[in-house]
């Protein structure tokens, strides 16, 4: 007997979807979409950072 794995989108199978079972199916589109969206951020902001220089030069005199 091979057993189904459930998804997080087994209510839209159903003939008759409830407000309520799109609105859970919505919100769950919306976390997933955020998620990622949070992780291509951070590495932007990785790669940002390691486009920016380290090491600055300052002349603390001036030459003569």
Same mark, same amino acid.
């Given at each position: 007997? @091979? #057993?189904? *794995?459930?998804?997080?989108?087994? +209510?839209?199978? $159903?003939?008759? &979807?409830?407000?309520?079972? %799109?609105?859970?199916?919505?919100? @769950? #589109?919306? *976390?997933?979409?955020?998620?990622? +969206?949070?992780? $291509?951020?951070? &590495?932007?902001?990785?790669? %940002?950072?390691?486009?920016?220089?380290?090491?600055?030069?300052?002349?603390?005199?001036?030459?003569?």
């Amino acid at each position: 007997m @091979i #057993k189904k *794995k459930k998804t997080d989108f087994y +209510l839209l199978k $159903q003939k008759s &979807i409830s407000e309520g079972d %799109l609105f859970v199916t919505d919100y @769950i #589109k919306t *976390k997933q979409r955020l998620l990622r +969206l949070e992780n $291509q951020l951070e &590495i932007l902001q990785l790669q %940002l950072d390691s486009l920016k220089p380290k090491n600055k030069v300052i002349k603390l005199f001036d030459e003569e």
